[in-house]
């Protein structure tokens, strides 16, 4: 598919069924629904010698038009009397809200904000859910056997930390970082809502920041996924520990063709796992 049509028409969906039941009930995700990453999306052209394609992908559309209205829904009434905040303790973003989403499922807590608005919708809930699920059900995508990073992200029994919604306006920005890794685990996923953005991503400078031994990575060269709404990302493995991502500002081009992605305001829900509990206690130990 020629990348000339990203910015003017919603990608085809890819070996995926949608059995709407209702205005106000979900579509049901049948066993039948299966979804795979989309190679145009992932601009490897300048990749670093290092990269490895299976740490970053993008999956096209794990939501319906239904179930993303009323995301964005749940999401826009808790953010409704915020205000944009000018930067973070990280010096990272600017321009932006957040907050932890009610997340019955999260098997551990963080310390954002949570709201006072109750329980996400049924349909809410259900994409939570959903991404989880795809995300549990393929880790071997994204954790290559040859990798050092795998055997210490491998595990039978996945936590959660709870979703968290960014609301990042037009002008906002959100500057080359590595999430830390303190605090959560092996996979950084995002769920991109409303307006069209690129992440990119680029060798990491501080190599204090890698798992495994950095010694010999390439500072040169990045990666470029591109995120429609309603797309899912991932990054593992080295895309998670030795790249840094950031969102490129509005009308930045992607692929060969440059073709122009204008951002607009842009919601986002992360999903993160939680750091496995011998880990923590391995680096609270003296």
């Given amino acids: ?5 990203l910015a003017q028409q919603p990608m085809r969906r890819r070996a995926a069924t949608w059995y709407p039941v209702g205005r106000r009930v979900s579509a049901r995700w049948h066993s039948t629904w299966t979804v795979e990453p989309h190679p145009d999306w992932v601009d490897a052209r300048f990749a670093p010698s290092n990269f490895v394609k299976e740490s970053a992908i993008v999956y096209p559309n794990v939501l319906s038009d239904e179930e993303a209205s009323s995301l964005q829904q749940d999401i826009s009434i808790r953010m409704k009397r915020r205000r944009y905040e000018k930067g973070h303790w990280d010096a990272v973003i ?3 809200k957040e907050v932890e989403l009610p997340d019955p499922d999260a098997t551990k807590r963080s310390n954002l904000p949570s709201s006072r608005f109750g329980p996400l919708s ?3 809930e259900t994409v939570l859910r959903r991404v989880r699920t795809l995300l549990e059900s393929n880790d071997s995508i994204w954790m290559p056997s040859s990798s050092s990073i795998s055997s210490k992200c491998e595990t039978k029994n996945r936590t959660w930390l709870p979703c968290h919604a960014i609301d990042l306006n ?3 920005e959100l500057t080359a970082h590595v999430d830390s890794i303190k605090f959560s685990g092996c996979l950084v996923s995002g769920l991109s809502l409303l307006s069209p953005s690129i992440l990119r991503l680029k060798p990491a400078a501080n190599e204090d920041n890698n798992e495994n031994d950095s010694s010999h990575v390439i500072k040169e060269g990045h990666v470029d996924l591109y995120l429609p709404p309603k797309s899912l990302y991932v990054l593992s493995g080295v895309s998670r520990y030795q790249y840094t ?4 500002p509005t009308h930045s081009t992607f692929g060969p063709q440059s073709i122009p992605v204008p951002r607009g305001l842009r919601y986002s829900v992360i999903f993160r ?3 496995d509990d011998d880990e923590e206690e391995e680096e609270s130990d003296p």
């Fill in 1 to 5: 598919m020629k990348l000339l049509l």
């Fill in 122 to 124: 049924n349909d809410s």
């Fill in 94 to 96: 600017t321009g932006y």
């Fill in 170 to 172: 037009e002008t906002g």
């Fill in 245 to 248: 991502h950031e969102l490129l």
């Fill in 273 to 275: 796992d939680a750091k």
